[in-house]
């Protein structure tokens, strides 16, 4: 397994389980969603809890594709190790894989977020507590991932650049770091109008 998904899998079990276990303690502890929304409550749970799955595919694909472009204008070595030929099957599987993942990802998100936007109208998504939640939980993955993938491929590429002791990979990390920064910085805003609309009604 890539050093990236050997890091990126333990992470976001646990970031995901965390920000789920406020946001339900959240819940029970506030008032309730409005009955119509809790009449559709698990149609909505399956909508947006395919949204944030869909989400890690694009993730995961994203990372691969990334890493495997970054070879081309910054060398194999940036993001491959061994012989030039393992490394081009590797980079070949990359491209295949992370190709279809985005594809699938994108596309089933996209499904569940018209499903999503028919089963929820913007107006009942104000008092929707699935969609704060899963607004903090994608906000706290995603940020938790930058966190911390962002400083170890920097590490990397200065250690790739500058010292000879050592030849990491920081294709592989830089990859997955660039994916979830840009969808922390997707849904930060998304984030911050939810939370602003909640305190608006105090």
Same mark, same amino acid.
């Given at each position: 397994?890539?050093?990236?998904?050997?890091?990126? @899998?333990?992470?976001?079990?646990?970031l995901?389980?965390v920000?789920?276990?406020?946001?339900?303690?959240?819940?029970?502890?506030?008032?309730k969603?409005?009955?119509?929304?809790?009449?559709?409550?698990?149609?909505r749970?399956?909508?947006?809890?395919?949204l944030?799955i869909?989400?890690?595919?694009?993730?995961?694909?994203?990372g691969l594709?990334?890493?495997?472009?970054?070879?081309?204008?910054?060398?194999?070595?940036?993001?491959y190790g061994?012989?030039?030929?393992?490394?081009?099957?590797?980079?070949l599987?990359?491209?295949?894989?992370g190709?279809?993942?985005?594809?699938t990802?994108?596309? @089933?998100?996209?499904?569940?977020?018209?499903?999503r936007?028919?089963?929820?109208?913007?107006?009942?998504?104000?008092?929707?507590?699935l969609?704060?939640?899963?607004?903090m939980?994608?906000?706290?993955?995603?940020?938790?991932?930058?966190?911390?993938?962002i400083?170890?491929?920097?590490?990397?590429?200065?250690? @790739?650049?500058?010292?000879?002791?050592?030849r990491?990979?920081?294709?592989?990390?830089?990859g997955?770091?660039?994916?979830?920064?840009?969808?922390w910085?997707?849904?930060?805003p998304?984030? @911050?109008?939810?939370?602003?609309?909640?305190?608006?009604?105090?």
């Amino acid at each position: 397994m890539d050093t990236g998904l050997s890091i990126l @899998f333990p992470l976001v079990v646990l970031l995901a389980f965390v920000s789920f276990l406020v946001a339900a303690i959240v819940y029970f502890r506030s008032e309730k969603e409005p009955d119509p929304l809790q009449r559709r409550f698990l149609l909505r749970f399956y909508a947006y809890a395919m949204l944030f799955i869909s989400s890690l595919i694009l993730l995961i694909g994203g990372g691969l594709l990334l890493k495997a472009a970054l070879s081309y204008p910054l060398g194999m070595e940036f993001s491959y190790g061994g012989s030039s030929i393992s490394s081009g099957r590797a980079r070949l599987r990359d491209l295949l894989n992370g190709v279809t993942f985005v594809g699938t990802g994108a596309l @089933f998100f996209a499904l569940h977020w018209v499903l999503r936007n028919r089963v929820e109208s913007p107006e009942e998504r104000r008092l929707s507590f699935l969609n704060k939640g899963y607004l903090m939980m994608s906000g706290v993955v995603y940020g938790g991932l930058s966190l911390v993938l962002i400083p170890m491929g920097l590490y990397q590429l200065i250690e @790739f650049y500058f010292f000879s002791w050592s030849r990491p990979v920081p294709g592989d990390i830089v990859g997955y770091a660039l994916v979830a920064l840009a969808l922390w910085v997707w849904i930060l805003p998304q984030l @911050f109008k939810s939370l602003g609309l909640e305190k608006s009604e105090d």
